[in-house]
C-alpha cells in the first residue's frame, strides 16, 4: 500500500498571507487542493497535516476520504503527525502543499523506484546558476563548482520502516531525505521538474500560474461604501457585531466593509453591482447581513467563471477601532469567501467629512480575481 503525507501546515507569513499558504487560491483552486489531485492518483491513503485551529475548513476542501490532523511546529513535527495515523503502508509519500503542481507522473517516478528497491527517493534538479561562497562581509571568497549539486523537491519516497526510523527522535530538517541521509540510507534520486517548484511569495504565484495555461487571467476591482450613523441600529462591520457602537442606515445591515468588498468583485467581474444583485428591488435581502452578501457574491462569481485571489478594504471612521478585532475580522471574512486572502486597514479623515466629524463610516475594498 502506497500513502501519502501532504504537509500543510505553514502559516504563510513569508508569503505576506493572513491565512495559512495552503489555502491560497492558485487558479481555480486552493494549493492544497491542487497538491491532492496529483498525490491521489498514486496514493492509497492520504493524510494531510493542518495549521491548527483550519482543521474544519481543510476537512470541508478534502472531503472525508482524506485524514487531516494537526501539524506542528516544525515541518518534521508535523510529518511524525502525519505519519502516526498511516498504519500498514508498504511506501510514504512525503509532499509539501506548496509544491503543489508537482505532476502525477513525478509522483509515478517516486513510486516506480521504490518499488525498484530504494528505500529513499527524491526528486531534484540541476543547478543553473553560478554559485559563489561568500564571507560574513559580503564578499566572495570562492567559486562553488555546481556539477555534483541538485535543487532537491518533493514528494519524496520512503519505505514505511524507514520513514519512521528517521523520525524516531526529535530532530528536524527541511526536509525528510536529509534524515534518511543522516541516518546513514542510501537517498536515490530521479529528475523532477520545474512545476514541482515551492510557492514562497507572490512572484512564485504568478510564476505558478503559467503552468497553468493560458486561460488564466488577473482582473482587478475597487468597490466603496458609506453609511450615516442612526440611533437604534445595531453596528455591523466586517462581519462582526460591535454591541456597544451606534449603528447605521441601510437596506441591509449596513456593513460598509463586507459591501465594498462585494462591489469590488462585482466591479472585477463585470458582474453588476450591490444594488443590481442586491437592491431595494430585491426584498429578500432586506436586512440580509454582510456576510450573507458575501457568501451570495462568491457564489456569483464563481458561476461567472472567477474566482478570488486577494482582497483589502480600507475602513475609514473615527470608530469602532478596528486593531483590536482585526484578526477576528480578517478570519471572518476570508472564511465568507471561501478562504480567500483578506487583509484589513483602518485609518481616520483628520476631522474632515462625513467620517471625520463622526457622523458615519465608509470603506473602500480592492479585489484581485482570477478568470478561469
Same mark, same amino acid.
Given at each position: 500500500?502506497?500513502?501519502?503525507?501532504?504537509?500543510?501546515?505553514?502559516?504563510?507569513?513569508?508569503?505576506?498571507?493572513?491565512?495559512?499558504?495552503?489555502?491560497?487560491?492558485?487558479?481555480?483552486?486552493t494549493?492544497?487542493?491542487?497538491?491532492?489531485?496529483?498525490?491521489?492518483?498514486?496514493?492509497?491513503?492520504?493524510?494531510?497535516?493542518?495549521?491548527?485551529?483550519?482543521?474544519?475548513?481543510?476537512?470541508?476542501?478534502?472531503?472525508?476520504?482524506?485524514?487531516?490532523?494537526?501539524?506542528?511546529?516544525?515541518?518534521?513535527?508535523?510529518?511524525?503527525?502525519?505519519?502516526?495515523?498511516?498504519?500498514?503502508?508498504?511506501?510514504?509519500?512525503?509532499?509539501?502543499a506548496?509544491?503543489?503542481?508537482?505532476?502525477v507522473?513525478?509522483?509515478?517516478?517516486?513510486?516506480?523506484?521504490?518499488?525498484?528497491?530504494a528505500?529513499a527517493?527524491?526528486?531534484?534538479?540541476?543547478?543553473?546558476?553560478?554559485?559563489?561562497?561568500?564571507?560574513?562581509a559580503?564578499?566572495?571568497?570562492?567559486?562553488?563548482?555546481?556539477?555534483?549539486?541538485r535543487?532537491?523537491?518533493?514528494?519524496?519516497?520512503?519505505?514505511?520502516s524507514?520513514?519512521?526510523?528517521?523520525?524516531?527522535?526529535a530532530?528536524?530538517?527541511?526536509?525528510?531525505?536529509?534524515?534518511?541521509?543522516?541516518?546513514?540510507?542510501?537517498?536515490?534520486?530521479?529528475?523532477?521538474?520545474?512545476?514541482?517548484?515551492?510557492?514562497?511569495?507572490p512572484?512564485? *504565484?504568478?510564476? +505558478? #500560474?503559467?503552468?497553468?495555461g493560458? &486561460?488564466?487571467?488577473? %482582473? @482587478?476591482?475597487? !468597490?466603496v461604501?458609506?453609511?450615516?450613523?442612526?440611533?437604534?441600529?445595531?453596528?455591523?462591520?466586517?462581519?462582526?457585531?460591535?454591541?456597544?457602537?451606534?449603528?447605521?442606515?441601510?437596506h441591509?445591515?449596513?456593513?460598509?466593509?463586507?459591501?465594498?468588498?462585494?462591489?469590488?468583485?462585482?466591479?472585477?467581474?463585470?458582474?453588476?453591482?450591490?444594488?443590481?444583485?442586491f437592491?431595494?428591488?430585491?426584498p429578500e435581502?432586506?436586512g440580509?447581513?454582510?456576510?450573507?452578501?458575501?457568501?451570495?457574491?462568491?457564489?456569483?462569481i464563481?458561476?461567472?467563471?472567477?474566482?478570488?485571489?486577494?482582497v483589502?478594504?480600507?475602513?475609514?471612521?473615527?470608530?469602532?477601532?478596528?486593531?483590536?478585532?482585526?484578526?477576528?475580522?480578517?478570519?471572518? *471574512?476570508?472564511? +465568507? #469567501?471561501?478562504?480567500a486572502?483578506? &487583509?484589513?486597514?483602518? %485609518? @481616520?479623515?483628520? !476631522?474632515?467629512?462625513?467620517?471625520?466629524?463622526?457622523?458615519?463610516?465608509?470603506?473602500?475594498?480592492?479585489?484581485?480575481?482570477?478568470?478561469r
Amino acid at each position: 500500500m502506497i500513502a501519502a503525507i501532504i504537509a500543510a501546515a505553514g502559516s504563510g507569513e513569508r508569503f505576506g498571507a493572513s491565512i495559512p499558504k495552503a489555502l491560497i487560491q492558485l487558479g481555480d483552486r486552493t494549493l492544497l487542493e491542487h497538491a491532492v489531485a496529483s498525490i491521489s492518483a498514486v496514493a492509497d491513503q492520504i493524510v494531510v497535516t493542518a495549521p491548527s485551529g483550519y482543521e474544519e475548513q481543510i476537512k470541508s476542501l478534502v472531503g472525508d476520504d482524506i485524514t487531516v490532523v494537526t501539524g506542528g511546529a516544525t515541518r518534521s513535527e508535523s510529518v511524525r503527525a502525519g505519519l502516526a495515523a498511516i498504519k500498514g503502508a508498504d511506501f510514504v509519500l512525503v509532499h509539501d502543499a506548496a509544491r503543489c503542481l508537482a505532476s502525477v507522473d513525478l509522483a509515478k517516478r517516486v513510486v516506480a523506484s521504490l518499488q525498484g528497491g530504494a528505500v529513499a527517493v527524491v526528486p531534484v534538479l540541476p543547478v543553473v546558476d553560478t554559485l559563489q561562497q561568500v564571507d560574513a562581509a559580503g564578499n566572495v571568497v570562492a567559486a562553488v563548482d555546481r556539477a555534483q549539486l541538485r535543487r532537491v523537491q518533493t514528494p519524496q519516497g520512503f519505505t514505511y520502516s524507514v520513514l519512521q526510523e528517521v523520525h524516531q527522535g526529535a530532530q528536524d530538517a527541511t526536509d525528510d531525505s536529509t534524515l534518511a541521509l543522516n541516518a546513514g540510507h542510501a537517498v536515490q534520486t530521479v529528475l523532477g521538474e520545474e512545476r514541482a517548484l515551492k510557492i514562497t511569495t507572490p512572484s512564485d *504565484l504568478a510564476t +505558478a #500560474l503559467t503552468f497553468l495555461g493560458d &486561460a488564466t487571467t488577473f %482582473t @482587478t476591482g475597487v !468597490g466603496v461604501d458609506a453609511h450615516a450613523f442612526a440611533e437604534g441600529r445595531q453596528l455591523w462591520l466586517a462581519g462582526l457585531h460591535w454591541p456597544d457602537e451606534v449603528g447605521v442606515e441601510g437596506h441591509s445591515d449596513g456593513d460598509v466593509a463586507s459591501h465594498a468588498i462585494c462591489d469590488a468583485l462585482f466591479a472585477a467581474t463585470g458582474l453588476g453591482d450591490l444594488g443590481s444583485n442586491f437592491g431595494t428591488s430585491r426584498p429578500e435581502y432586506a436586512g440580509a447581513s454582510g456576510i450573507t452578501l458575501l457568501k451570495e457574491t462568491l457564489a456569483i462569481i464563481n458561476r461567472g467563471g472567477y474566482s478570488i485571489s486577494h482582497v483589502s478594504v480600507q475602513i475609514i471612521g473615527n470608530r469602532p477601532r478596528i486593531g483590536a478585532r482585526r484578526a477576528e475580522a480578517i478570519a471572518t *471574512l476570508s472564511a +465568507a #469567501l471561501g478562504g480567500a486572502d483578506v &487583509a484589513i486597514l483602518a %485609518t @481616520t479623515t483628520d !476631522g474632515m467629512g462625513l467620517t471625520g466629524e463622526g457622523k458615519g463610516i465608509a470603506a473602500i475594498a480592492s479585489a484581485l480575481v482570477i478568470k478561469r
